[in-house]
């Protein structure tokens, strides 16, 4: 009679766990994955790294045309996401600076890259944010 | 024989599947969402495509007459003025030749982000080959009608944008420099038609990738 019930109050239990392991690991899965300063880092590079597979980001700081660079990154960048762009000259003085919005972010990732072409440096670097 | 639930260990192989299954879950799955493999993988795109262009950058140097292995030394520190890297030199070649330049550049980096070693090697090069070359008649007086047909060949950036190509000679004592039109044939071929004075017999023909690396060759009639 002392056992009566008891292996329902286990199934209880285990089911309980089970919903709670379910519903505290899922949304830290989907959390890290949306907003995870790795994943927007990566982002950013893979924007910079893009641009300049085809030499087109070497050419666009070499003219200076920053204008056409913020298209070509308004057009790569993923919905939901900020940048700001900021290009330097080889002695870190600052040659053009772009915000996208002032929307208020906890953290951000900065991707710096260096080009180097036709003897000019420009130091481009990409901060973004969600 | 009937037996309740509990009476014989079911609880406790119950409590050790939920174990096993923790254990799992902090093992495999933890490091699959905390570790994101795609960030050093861009990273190191990104920053090898840096070193391919600012090795570019200082055999575009040296052609223009500059020191390569200075070039390279003052991109590579600022790379490292940027990025928390070491990076060495491990060794280097510099070829200038007719129709052909070229320079190749190993270097050791130490990645104090990743705290990784990698060793990157370089090619950056270009040059042509004359196909054939035909003079004729030119509709323009005291002047030939020539055409060339080469063949460009070089890293595998060389070729991402079409090449610039340059004709210089000597006449009456004055130096003629013009870039004269081309087409593209089939992968790397180009046809360039120009015309010259009849008593020029020589003069030199230069390619210019769109990094700025420059061969020349002094061709003759």
Same mark, same amino acid.
């Given at each position: 009679?002392?056992?009566r019930g008891?292996?329902?109050?286990?199934?209880?239990?285990?089911?309980m766990?089970?919903?709670?392991?379910?519903t505290?690991?899922?949304?830290?899965?989907?959390?890290?994955?949306?907003?995870?300063?790795?994943?927007?880092?990566?982002?950013?590079?893979?924007?910079?790294?893009?641009?300049?597979?085809?030499?087109?980001l070497?050419v666009?700081?070499?003219?200076?045309n920053?204008?056409?660079?913020v298209?070509?990154?308004?057009?790569?960048i993923?919905?939901?996401?900020?940048?700001?762009l900021?290009?330097?000259?080889?002695?870190?003085?600052?040659?053009?600076?772009?915000i996208?919005?002032?929307?208020?972010f906890?953290?951000?990732?900065?991707?710096?890259f260096?080009?180097?072409?036709?003897?000019?440096?420009?130091?481009?670097?990409?901060?973004?944010?969600? | 024989?009937?037996?309740?639930?509990?009476?014989?260990g079911?609880?406790?192989?119950?409590?050790?599947?939920?174990?096993?299954?923790?254990?799992?879950?902090?093992?495999?799955?933890?490091?699959?969402?905390?570790?994101? +493999?795609?960030?050093? $993988? =861009? #990273?190191?795109?990104? !920053?090898?495509?840096?070193?391919k262009?600012?090795?570019?950058?200082?055999? /575009?140097?040296?052609?223009?007459g500059?020191?390569?292995?200075?070039?390279?030394n003052l991109?590579l520190?600022?790379?490292?003025?940027?990025?928390?890297? +070491?990076?060495?030199? $491990? =060794? #280097?070649?510099v070829? !200038?030749?007719?129709?052909?330049?070229?320079?190749?550049?190993?270097?050791? /980096?130490y990645?104090?982000?990743?705290?990784?070693?990698?060793?990157?090697?370089?090619?950056?090069?270009?040059?042509?080959?004359?196909v054939?070359?035909?003079t004729?008649?030119?509709?323009?007086?005291?002047?030939?009608?020539?055409?060339?047909?080469?063949e460009?060949?070089?890293?595998?950036?060389?070729l991402?944008k079409?090449?610039?190509?340059?004709?210089?000679?000597?006449?009456?004592?004055?130096?003629?420099?013009?870039?004269?039109?081309?087409?593209s044939?089939?992968?790397?071929?180009?046809?360039?038609?120009?015309?010259?004075?009849?008593?020029?017999h020589?003069?030199?023909?230069?390619?210019i990738?769109?990094?700025?690396?420059?061969?020349?060759?002094?061709?003759?009639?």
């Open positions: 009679m002392a056992y008891f292996s329902r109050i286990i199934e209880v239990l285990i089911a766990m089970i919903i709670a392991y379910s505290i690991t899922i949304p830290i899965i989907v959390y890290d994955y949306t907003v995870d300063n790795s994943h927007i880092h990566s982002i950013a590079f893979n924007i910079l790294y893009t641009l300049d597979s085809n030499g087109d070497s666009i700081a070499y003219d200076g920053w204008d056409l660079l298209n070509y990154i308004k057009l790569l993923p919905q939901g996401l900020s940048f700001n900021l290009v330097y000259d080889e002695n870190h003085n600052l040659l053009f600076s772009y996208s919005n002032f929307k208020i906890n953290s951000m990732v900065s991707a710096p260096v080009l180097k072409f036709k003897g000019v440096t420009r130091i481009i670097v990409l901060q973004v944010w969600a | 024989m009937f037996c309740k639930f509990g009476r014989r079911q609880i406790l192989i119950l409590f050790a599947i939920l174990y096993i299954a923790l254990i799992y879950q902090l093992v495999y799955l933890t490091p699959y969402y905390r570790i994101d +493999i795609d960030v050093p $993988s =861009s #990273y190191i795109q990104a !920053l090898n495509l840096i070193f262009r600012l090795i570019c950058d200082a055999l /575009v140097h040296r052609i223009n500059g020191e390569f292995i200075d070039r390279l991109n520190h600022d790379i490292m003025n940027v990025y928390p890297l +070491i990076v060495e030199l $491990s =060794s #280097y070649n070829t !200038l030749k007719d129709g052909y330049v070229g320079a190749s550049v190993t270097l050791q /980096v990645d104090f982000k990743y705290r990784c070693r990698y060793t990157f090697s370089y090619n950056c090069c270009l040059g042509f080959k004359i054939n070359i035909t004729s008649n030119s509709y323009v007086p005291t002047f030939n009608d020539v055409e060339m047909v080469v460009i060949f070089g890293d595998s950036e060389a991402l079409p090449p610039t190509f340059m004709i210089s000679y000597i006449y009456n004592g004055s130096i003629f420099t013009f870039f004269p039109d081309s087409k044939l089939i992968n790397g071929y180009y046809v360039i038609r120009f015309v010259i004075p009849l008593n020029v020589t003069f030199i023909f230069g390619v990738d769109w990094r700025g690396v420059k061969c020349i060759v002094q061709f003759k009639f």
